[in-house]
């Protein structure tokens, strides 16, 4: 069993940035898939970023690529998202996400690991 637990949320004015942090608890993250999501009121979840943790081979969902990366490190145990240029639009909860297997679609169905989620609100 993983558990997963979100930080670093927060107001920022619109063009600042904000780093997001996943600790992962349970188990070593270094055979698993760790994904961002993020859930704006009244809108379904959707992917924003995720890496292969073995090959650090990542991901990004349209809307934020040039904008955030997603990294992992192994000596903490954790999956960061930095998130520059931020825009009002970004403002949602974030979740971190994790699986065993490759998430080939990208969709929330194909996590099985879940944090609590983290608020992050970017002011115009």
């Known amino acids: 069993q993983v558990q997963l637990v979100e930080s670093g949320g927060g107001l920022v004015q619109a063009g600042g940035s904000l780093r997001l942090s996943c600790a992962a608890s349970?188990?070593?993250?270094?055979?698993?898939?760790m994904g961002w999501f993020r859930q704006a009121p009244g809108k379904e979840r959707e992917f924003v970023a995720a890496i292969d943790w073995p090959n650090g081979r990542t991901r990004y969902a349209d809307s934020v690529k040039g904008r955030f990366t997603i990294s992992r490190d192994n000596a903490k145990n954790t999956v960061d998202l930095q998130m520059n240029s931020l825009k009002p639009e970004d403002t949602a909860n974030y979740y971190c996400a994790g699986t065993g297997t490759i998430a080939v679609l990208l969709t929330s169905g194909e996590f099985r690991y879940w944090g609590q989620g983290t608020q992050v609100t970017v002011s115009s």
């Open positions: 349970g188990r070593t993250l270094s055979s698993y898939y």
